[in-house]
């Protein structure tokens, strides 16, 4: 068995290249080549020594992910769909805009919290993804799309950890990850531009803190625990309040001086007026004593198996103001790529589910979600 080099950042490399007998600087030439250009043909790293290149034949390779399928949606957005083995596919989404280039990455095959408005949650959990595998996503995207603009500038600006799984429940892989996004001999991402979206687990929240601080979106989806346990199973282990006090301490560290609350809106389920009160009252009434936040308002994607329909727009523009009146800033996110199902809670990949969450989840969908007051 061969090292893949992507599951290594740059310490990992210089590491490895000491176990080789290689200076530090050889590290960080080969990781380059790698990430900043695109190369995994150790032969076309002209200038590391021969005897090196012949080394790493012989106990290492840079494998990308086999591509199962590509969508690419009238909108530019393209879906990437990766074979991971065992009967398992990720998805990987890139959005284009005018000032940005966005890459939606994929943590696990699977996801085991089960959120209940999520497609991914529905298919129950498989495995972790290796950090070679999160970072495969990033380094084929790249350099794909680099190739077909037939141009050496980079193309994604802003990596966000939104798609499939529950990023800190994979915080091993996760880690060395988000350290080679925002390595300048690799990526060179701004920490304020690398987003780690968490369903609320808390402990990693602090760790993450100190380890690797980037930008935090938190999953809220409910003003009230009551309603929260049932959409966001995770809730009865770390409640709101719990979670809450573990945004404020993250806040501590981040690069960016706001969380993201990311809010889906369900119709007649926590699109309501008082459910908005609620939620102002939730972070903190008045500004003084409020966590720092932002909302997003994600209009749901509905799909057959979650029993559950996108609030109307009237509904999401009133829920809108009443946040924004309240001194919240509030944007409302623009549905990309529905029309090859990349939007927001549409990815569902291949998952072989090994934890019955999927069943359980099929159970669920016959009780009513009933709105807590
Ligand atoms: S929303 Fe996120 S945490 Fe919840 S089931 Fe989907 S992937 Fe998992």
Redesign the pocket.
């Known amino acids: 068995m061969t090292t893949n080099l992507l599951d290594l950042d740059l310490g990992g490399i210089a590491a490895f290249c000491g176990q080789l007998g290689e200076k530090r600087f050889r590290a960080t030439q080969l990781f380059r080549w790698i990430h900043q250009r695109g190369v995994a043909d150790f032969d076309q790293m002209t200038d590391l020594a021969k005897s090196l290149r012949e080394k790493l034949k012989g106990c290492a390779h840079v494998s990308a992910l086999p591509v199962a399928t590509e969508q690419a949606s009238a909108d530019g957005t393209i879906k990437w769909l990766f074979d991971v083995g065992g009967g398992n596919a990720v998805e990987t989404v890139f959005i284009p805009e005018d000032d940005r280039g966005t890459l939606c990455i994929s943590s696990q095959a699977g996801?085991?919290?089960?959120?209940r408005?999520?497609?991914?949650?529905h298919q129950g959990f498989s495995r972790n993804l290796t950090t070679g595998e999160i970072v495969a996503q990033l380094w084929f995207a790249e350099h794909q799309l680099r190739q077909r603009r037939g141009s050496d500038e980079r193309v994604i600006s802003n990596v966000v950890m939104m798609g499939?799984?529950?990023p800190l429940q994979n915080y091993a892989a996760l880690v060395p990850a988000l350290r080679t996004m925002l390595d300048d001999h690799a990526y060179g991402l701004s920490r304020r531009r690398v987003t780690v979206?968490?369903?609320g687990v808390v402990p990693m929240m602090d760790r993450l803190a100190q380890d690797c601080p980037v930008a935090l979106a938190v999953?809220l989806h409910a003003p009230s625990d009551a309603l929260r346990d049932n959409l966001?199973p995770?809730n009865r282990k770390y409640p709101l309040q719990e979670l809450l006090a573990a945004c404020r301490r993250y806040l501590d560290y981040a690069p960016r001086d706001f969380i993201t609350f990311e809010y889906c809106m369900l119709d007649g389920v926590n699109d309501q007026p008082e459910q908005a009160r609620e939620l102002v009252a939730l972070v903190g009434g008045s500004a003084a004593e409020r966590v720092p936040c932002k909302f997003n308002l994600i209009p749901f994607n509905p799909f057959p198996a979650s029993g559950l329909l996108r609030s109307p727009n009237a509904a999401v523009t009133a829920f809108a103001r009443a946040l924004s009146d309240a001194g919240i800033v509030t944007t409302v996110r623009k549905t990309r790529g529905d029309d090859i199902d990349a939007a927001c809670?549409q990815l569902a990949g291949d998952v072989r589910d090994r934890t019955r969450v999927g069943e359980r989840m099929a159970r669920l969908r016959t009780i009513p979600i009933v709105p807590q007051p």
């Open positions: 996801c085991a919290v089960g959120c408005f999520c497609s991914t949650g499939m799984g529950e979206s968490t369903s999953s966001v995770l809670g």
